[in-house]
């Protein structure tokens, strides 16, 4: 399985952007897929993750903000963010379990 990260970029504080990450190689993705985040010189913070059902949880630093959906026929996962704050930031890795990545993708929130 392959997971291809995009949707990245600069965005002013306040914006927003909408990640995505389609997963390839297999038929059918049912396991649960998520998104990391890891800001310069920080460790990797988990931000959220979806079941196949769509059932999501996200971490509460950015709940209210974000949001996760899943489009199963197109095996793509996507992460809604608005009112993006500078402490944002960060490249944004997607997962599958059990232990997939994407290769990441970079949110610069510029205030």
């Known amino acids: 399985v392959q997971l291809q990260a995009s949707g990245g970029g600069l965005v002013q504080a306040g914006g927003s952007l909408r990640l995505a990450c389609a997963a390839t190689g297999r038929a059918f993705i049912v396991n649960d897929m998520g998104w990391y985040r890891q800001a310069p010189g920080m460790e990797r913070e988990w931000v959220g993750n979806?079941?196949?059902?769509?059932?999501?949880n996200i971490t509460a630093s950015v709940k209210g903000r974000f949001a996760m959906t899943r489009d199963n026929a197109k095996k793509t996962v996507y992460l809604q963010m608005n009112s993006l704050k500078s402490e944002d930031t960060g490249t944004y890795y997607c997962?599958?379990?059990?232990?997939?990545w994407g290769q990441g993708t970079l949110v610069t929130v510029s205030s």
């Open positions: 979806i079941n196949f059902g769509g059932r999501t």
């Open positions: 997962y599958l379990l059990p232990d997939y």
